[in-house]
């Protein structure tokens, strides 16, 4: 069974920094994409940063190019959203998300949420002027 769970979502002051983590268990190394993706209160869910497994560069909206970063440890078991410079529009809910195994996406698909299998609970961030 695949879980997913994120952490260390929080307040931070505008051009503060957070990192956000996002534990996995359950996944197989057939597993190609894991993705962060946001919720602002009243908006759609958008992603941001895509993670591909087969060796391809993280994948960044243009709303937060350059200021954050996607990573993943040696073992496999944690996605990170590093998030520098937030700006008050940064203000989500932030999700995990992961494909289910062996699933491939074309390049116009990996930010559209009902591609993605499995989801955390989401972590709030919150940015104050």
């Known amino acids: 069974r695949v879980q997913l769970v994120e952490f260390g979502g929080g307040s931070v002051q505008a051009g503060g920094s957070l990192r956000l983590s996002c534990a996995a268990s359950?996944?197989?190394?057939?597993?190609?994409?894991m993705a962060w993706f946001r919720q602002a209160l009243g908006k759609e869910r958008d992603g941001i940063a895509i993670?591909?497994?087969?060796?391809?560069?993280?994948y960044y909206a243009d709303s937060v190019k350059g200021c954050f970063t996607i990573s993943q440890d040696s073992a496999k078991n944690t996605l990170f959203l590093q998030m520098n410079s937030l700006k008050p529009e940064d203000a989500s809910v932030y999700y995990c998300?992961?494909?289910?195994?062996?699933?491939?996406?074309?390049?116009?698909?990996?930010?559209?949420?009902?591609?993605?299998?499995?989801w955390g609970q989401g972590t709030q961030v919150t940015v104050f002027s």
């Open positions: 993670l591909s497994t087969r060796g391809a560069p993280p």
């Open positions: 359950g996944l197989t190394a057939s597993t190609n994409y």
């Open positions: 998300a992961a494909t289910r195994p062996l699933k491939s996406l074309a390049y116009s698909q990996i930010l559209t949420p009902s591609e993605y299998d499995f």
